[in-house]
């Protein structure tokens, strides 16, 4: 176990300094000359026909540069939004076209029907009040078990019931054969709620376009800019080295800006077709309509087990929302990532899955924080409680029974994991969460008239490798140290922890390394980060560039000392010999051509590897009110070797936040009859404040992988794959059932009390 704050290796952010003095740089920040400003026109309805946009009174307003429909994208070749997510062709993934503009029909409330630009913000909104749309208003289904009922409104012809896919995975006549043998078997049906991204910087973006080149530059408030180069170069028709993809400092991503959203195209388009860079700021409200949602699912999930609580089998049953379109990540998050940890840390023989991807009328659903690896730890977590209350049984021996202790281990659905201490971290929750005092501070709050519950929950996490990753160290003459990287900060510290790794490597200080990154024109590629993946599959790439820089520096250090090389040593950050001659690393640089040392490598490793933890959440309900008080949080997690506990305990916290939200106060609401977003803006959508948080204790078992030379694991969405079944399992104990879904807000506690207080 190690601290955080007092750990030599917890350094502090050296990114700080300049967001807390003002001097970040968002889009937002960044200048153009002569730029216009864009404006989008959405659709009011969930779904209805467009008959006709009538756009020449805008046009003709004072300081409009343009008024544009689909039909002048569709002119000039535009092509629809690709999904970057294959299935099993058994699975039959249908992906409608998504079109920048509205094209024929619009299918959820919020759909971009026209772009104004103009010279001013102002002149933008006058003209769009001006836009006139005749619709032609069609039923609608926003619930995705009313969208694949019999009878339900169409959203697209080539998805009859609307029917996205079927994905099945996982040996079904085991599982049938297993659950007919069991001594037992526990049943739930679960709502794993849709909730928003909501990051603190809404998407944003400045398109420009050089005519003479013909490139195209997009500088946007995004997280994977060579897959969102790659997607909008298929819009385009172009070479994906025709346009040029920038991040500068991002506020907040959780995945919604991994991808590729209508705007970013029509934007270029704008530009390129104007002549003149184009600028557009969502507004809150737009971000609610058409930024990505996350999670979204139903689940009827079941467990078999012996006699003596050993787990036998799990069968999962899920209908997945994926919105009106496919959005470039959505089908995995219900179907190949939740398979990737399905099951959790427990050894489950035989595992199941059988899901259905439904359109909607509603926003697409992509990849958010963990991307199906909550979900599927949610399922098994649940169930690990529901089994404990029918079978008689403790929760934690149940646990703790059927947790994989003989590594490597690879799953019923193939997934080997090759390392894992999980009885270590469930041991050293309970204690560190006082689990031994529980039923005297259970007894406390019963004499004050409140139900005390405790949440025991494990959680496993997938960090993923595919695609491979790039790293690059280049050497300035005036001692810096530039390290290029193809993954992306969004405020999880990058600028600190990839500058630690390269300054213990180098042995130069940590100030003299300076992380460029978010840019598609200083590193030819990269797989931007998400899925955890940064700092095991960066982090190697810009181990590997750095070895290699200093397996040059070394050949050029022996000829300078003139020395064999065989007895030139580096240590320190300086080359030396025996006889006591040396030079430094940076002075060595300075004596040798600009770029002699400079080395780029690609990391094809693309193996998973495992974070993995155990909570303990501490809650206290009002009955009267159904009020949910988190009085106690209690992380204990592995993410292997860590660079900077402080740097990982802070990520974690953020995590954790996300997931407690999810759980107790976060959900996205659609009127099921109109479509409306019912939860478009702060005012009705709740997230968690620090008053509804306590201390969230994040302690560390660090338990390295071989699986790359650094022993990380990843750490960027543990917190959010951990808490919302720790929490949940928290509330249902206070209350003394067996299962309650998310979110749970008073309203819904306070019922569940009621029928609690009925017998």
Same mark, same amino acid.
């Given at each position: ?426 041991? =050293? +929750? !309970?204690?560190? %969460?006082?689990? *031994?005092?529980? $039923?005297?501070?259970? @007894? #406390? &709050? /019963? ?92 982090? =190697? +790439? !810009?181990?590997? %560039?750095?070895? *290699?820089?200093? $397996?040059?520096?070394? @050949? #050029? &250090? /022996? ?97 954790? %936040?996300?997931?407690?939200?999810? $759980? ?96």
């Amino acid at each position: 176990m190690h601290g955080t704050a007092a750990d030599p290796r917890s350094v502090r952010r050296v990114e700080d300094g300049r967001f807390l003095q003002g001097g970040g740089r968002y889009v937002d920040d960044v200048p153009a000359a002569g730029h216009l400003h864009a404006l989008v026109l959405r659709s009011p309805h969930a779904h209805a026909a467009l008959l006709r946009i009538r756009t020449v009174e805008a046009a003709a307003m004072p300081g409009v540069r343009g008024v544009f429909t689909a039909a002048d994208l569709l002119a000039d070749g535009i092509r629809p939004i690709p999904c970057a997510m294959a299935l099993p062709p058994e699975a039959g993934l249908v992906v409608p076209p998504r079109h920048a503009l509205a094209f024929g029909r619009v299918r959820h409330v919020g759909e971009p029907v026209a772009l104004v630009v103009a010279d001013t913000a102002a002149a933008a909104r006058d003209a769009l009040e001006q836009v006139a749309v005749d619709y032609d208003d069609l039923p609608a289904v926003t619930a995705p078990g009313d969208a694949l009922a019999e009878g339900a409104p169409q959203l697209w012809p080539d998805a009859p019931g609307n029917l996205a896919f079927h994905y099945q995975r996982g040996d079904r006549a085991a599982v049938q054969a297993a659950f007919a043998a069991a001594a037992h078997a526990v049943s739930l049906d679960l709502v794993n709620n849709r909730v928003v991204a909501a990051s603190l910087e809404t998407r944003t973006a400045l398109a420009e376009h050089d005519p003479e080149t013909g490139r195209m530059r997009l500088l946007l408030s995004g997280q994977d800019v060579h897959g969102l180069r790659r997607d909008l170069a298929h819009c385009f028709g172009v070479a994906p080295d025709a346009i040029h993809v920038v991040c500068p400092d991002v506020g907040g991503g959780f995945g919604m800006k991994n991808v590729v959203h209508p705007e970013h195209v029509a934007l270029l388009w704008a530009a390129r077709r104007l002549g003149r860079p184009v600028r557009w700021i969502a507004d809150r409200t737009e971000d609610f309509l058409s930024g990505v949602h996350g999670r979204g699912n139903l689940t009827r999930a079941r467990l078999a087990l012996d006699a003596e609580g050993r787990f036998l089998a799990l069968h999962v049953e899920t209908t997945g929302e994926l919105g009106a379109y496919v959005s470039a990540l959505g089908p995995g998050a219900h179907t190949v990532a939740p398979a990737t940890a399905m099951g959790g840390v427990y050894a489950i023989p035989a595992v199941f899955m059988d899901v259905r991807g439904a359109f909607t009328n509603t926003v697409p659903v992509d990849a958010y924080r963990g991307a199906g690896k909550p979900e599927a730890n949610y399922v098994i977590e649940r169930l690990a409680d529901a089994a404990a209350l029918r079978l008689g049984r403790d929760r934690v021996a149940l646990r703790r029974a059927n947790l994989v202790r003989d590594f490597p281990y690879t799953s019923a659905l193939g997934t080997t994991m090759d390392t894992g201490r999980f009885g270590d971290n469930l041991d =050293t +929750a !309970l204690r560190a %969460a006082d689990q *031994a005092g529980f $039923a005297a501070r259970r @007894a #406390e &709050a /019963a004499r004050r008239g409140r139900w005390l519950g405790q949440g025991i929950a494990c959680f496993l996490e997938t960090s993923r490798g595919k695609p491979g990753e790039d790293g690059a160290v280049r050497f300035g003459r005036d001692g810096t140290v530039e390290l290029l990287s193809g993954t992306q900060s969004n405020g999880q510290g990058h600028e600190t922890s990839f500058a630690q790794l390269a300054a213990a490597r180098l042995g130069v200080p940590v100030t003299a390394c300076r992380l460029a990154q978010a840019d598609s024109g200083r590193i030819a590629s990269g797989g931007g980060h998400g899925g955890a993946r940064s700092l095991p599959m960066a982090g =190697t +790439a !810009l181990v590997m %560039a750095l070895d *290699a820089a200093l $397996a040059k520096a070394h @050949a #050029e &250090a /022996a000829r300078l000392l003139q020395s064999d090389p065989a007895a030139v040593r580096f240590a320190d950050g300086a080359f030396g010999t025996a006889e006591g001659a040396s030079i430094g690393l940076l002075e060595l640089v300075r004596t040798l051509p600009p770029g002699a040392l400079d080395a780029d490598a690609h990391n094809p490793n693309g193996e998973f590897v495992f974070p993995n933890g155990a909570h303990v959440a501490e809650v206290e309900v009002d009955p009267d009110t159904g009020t949910v008080a988190l009085l106690r949080y209690v992380a204990v997690d592995d993410y292997g070797t860590l660079v900077n506990p402080l740097l990982t305990e802070g990520q974690v916290q953020g995590g954790l %936040a996300q997931g407690i939200g999810q $759980a107790l106060m976060e959900g996205v609401h659609y009127d099921p009859g109109g479509g409306q977003l019912l939860t478009a803006s702060f005012q009705d959508y709740a997230l968690p404040r620090a008053a509804d948080l306590p201390p969230l204790e994040v302690r560390f078992n660090e338990h390295p992988t071989a699986r790359n030379p650094l022993g990380a694991k990843g750490s960027g969405q543990a917190g959010a794959i951990g808490a919302p079944q720790t929490v949940m399992a928290a509330v249902a104990d206070a209350l003394g059932i067996a299962h309650l879904d998310m979110p749970a807000t008073p309203e819904r506690v306070w019922r569940a009390c009621w029928r609690a207080a009925q017998g």
